[in-house]
């Protein structure tokens, strides 16, 4: 099965908003968080928000990307 391909901007469409649903990237994968009780209304913990390319976030989060293992795989992030 062929992963949808995502830029940016299309991404920042899926920010949980307005009944949108919750994506994440990361290292190159987008996610799809919206089930997550962690990403209310498209914002996690008040520090980070949906729509947008985590990658670089990772490093200080309290957790590990594990965590990301549970989510289904919808997409990729391209350029």
Known sequence: MELKQF???EL???NGQN????YIAFEGKVY???DST????????GVHDAGMDLTSDMDDAPHSAKVLYAFPIVGELVD
């Open 7 to 9: 830029t940016k901007e």
């Open 12 to 14: 920042a469409r899926y």
């Open 19 to 22: 009944g949108a649903p919750c």
């Open 32 to 34: 799809d968080v919206s």
């Open 38 to 45: 962690m990403w209310e209304d498209g914002n996690h913990q």
